[in-house]
């Protein structure tokens, strides 16, 4: 059974940092969609950044310069370092595994104060 297990969140001041970290039950190495998605308060889970097998990646503009994805397939984790967090960085940050089919984690809470 293919699990994700997210970490990393937590209370954090605004122009603060966090590191993110997923956790997948299976090896990475082949898998070419890993990403981080985030769901605010009353609002629908959005893409945050996603990163190919190749190391390529891809951000949502309100991550640009300030978020950071990564992944080491050796640890089968993929990494999310976010700084310069503001309180609209604020919800449960969800992984995101393609393989065949799509695998979510549990999520994992940031909160930004102001």
């Known amino acids: 059974q293919v699990q994700l297990v997210e970490s990393g969140g937590g209370l954090v001041q605004a122009g603060g940092s966090l590191r993110l970290s997923c956790v997948a039950s299976?090896?990475?190495?082949?898998?070419?969609?890993m990403g981080w998605y985030r769901q605010a308060p009353g609002k629908q889970r959005e893409l945050v950044a996603t990163?190919?097998?190749?190391?390529?990646?891809n951000y949502a503009d309100s991550a640009k310069g300030r978020f950071t994805i990564s992944r080491d397939n050796a640890k089968n984790t993929v990494y999310l370092q976010m700084n310069s967090l503001k309180p609209d960085d604020t919800g449960v940050y969800y992984c995101?595994?393609?393989?065949?089919?799509?695998?979510w984690g549990q999520g994992t809470q940031v909160t930004v104060s102001s």
């Open positions: 995101r595994m393609i393989m065949f089919r799509e695998y």
């Open positions: 990163i190919t097998s190749n190391g390529s990646t």
């Open positions: 299976v090896s990475i190495f082949t898998i070419n969609h």
